[in-house]
């Protein structure tokens, strides 16, 4: 198992003619909860991995990629000792996940994938006290690293949301999911969340627009952070014809009484607010706080028509109950899907 390790440093004079193209490790994150790190560079890479013994260590090394300094995270789970990031060569970046050296994992298990060239996420199996450990996991091995699979137009985002058109030339619609991950969104009456409402409505919308053979793709797919320009450079990417992004709005707790749907538009989706404005009023019940014009980011920064829907207030008694419901969900679904289908229709 060790040669394969001393061949790529053989190699290691021959890539310092190529550091100078190097690319750069932009984003890196480990998910405590999915056991999981995700690594986002700015050109492709093909990584490779091992695991190795006391502690157990996984090595993550991506060729021809620079970091600028070390950045470590201590203590990060019962498991986990340390996730540390540096630059381990001149044109290495090397992640090491340390376990706590209790705990140690089935090197078979280890999943590194790439979702795209320059999008790579390493997936751990189980944790399990180093005494149960069977021989063959306690030795240091290689991990098998196959190529990454090459989506169609991808945008650089964290989540890995791959564009997979149901019908070539179709229309696109993007639906945009507010907020995700640490990010909440509003929080309103019981704890309800912003960001849990409209995922569960903006993959309805998708699913319900794909079924009528248009092509909607969604900027997240799960509960994961992103940043607005990544949901503005999707639509753009793909060349959307329509965007729709879906949040849900908020005012102070001790005012209950305030209920209601508004939709927003900046310069080109007046049209289209209207359209979904009416259909929702019109299938849904909530009461009518209408269509505003207003410079929020994803509005202003889209080339094509694109609007923000507030579904309603998650402080508002009357709205917090509805939105709740799996039920309400659906029929906004429903009518948020049957405005954009009108409109792309032209009526
Ligand atoms: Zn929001």
């Known amino acids: 198992m060790r040669t394969s390790w001393l061949l790529p440093l053989a190699l290691f004079g021959l890539t310092w003619a190529e550091s100078a193209s190097a690319g750069q490790l932009t984003y890196w994150k480990f998910n405590v909860n999915q056991s999981r790190i995700d690594l986002v560079t700015n050109s492709a890479i093909q990584p490779r991995a091992k695991v190795v ?9 991506l060729p021809n990629t620079t970091f600028r300094k070390l950045k470590s995270r201590r203590k990060v789970s019962k498991y986990v000792r340390e996730v540390r990031v540096a630059q381990h060569s001149r044109s290495t970046t090397r992640v090491v996940i340390e376990l706590n050296s209790k705990y140690t994992l089935s090197p078979r298990r280890v999943l590194v994938r790439g979702i795209s060239p320059n999008q790579w996420y390493v997936q751990l199996p189980k944790f399990f006290p180093v005494d149960d450990a069977e021989e063959t996991d306690r030795e240091s091995i290689a991990i098998r690293v196959p190529p990454p699979k090459i989506p169609k137009p991808s945008v650089s985002s964290p989540d890995p949301v791959v564009f997979d058109p149901v019908k070539t030339g179709a229309r696109v619609v993007v639906i945009d999911p507010g907020h995700g991950g640490a990010d909440p ?163």
Do not use: C, W
């Not at 013994?53 to 090394?61: A, C, F, H, S, Y």
């Not at 699913?207 to 450079?233: C, F, H, M, Y």
């Open 185 to 347: 969104g509003a929080v309103g009456i019981g704890g309800l969340q912003e960001k849990r409402i409209v995922i569960d409505v903006a993959t309805q919308v998708m699913q319900l627009l794909r079924q009528q053979q248009i092509n909607a793709v969604l900027t997240r797919t799960s509960d994961v952070e992103i940043d607005l320009p990544p949901r503005v450079a999707k639509a753009e990417g793909l060349k959307a014809d329509v965007f729709v992004s879906i949040h849900s709005n908020a005012i102070s707790l001790s005012r209950p009484d305030i209920n209601g749907l508004e939709t927003y538009y900046y310069v080109t989706g007046y049209r289209l607010a209207r359209t979904v404005h009416n259909s929702i009023l019109q299938g849904v019940s909530v009461s009518d706080r209408g269509i505003r014009q207003a410079r929020f980011y994803v509005l202003r920064k889209t080339s094509m028509p694109a609007i923000l829907v507030e579904l309603g207030y998650v402080t508002g008694s009357t709205d917090a109950a509805r939105l709740g419901t799996a039920t309400h969900r659906q029929r906004l679904a429903k009518a948020i899907s049957q405005g954009i289908i009108r409109y792309l229709q032209g009526r």
């Open 53 to 61: 013994t006391n502690p157990t260590r996984l090595v993550i090394d």
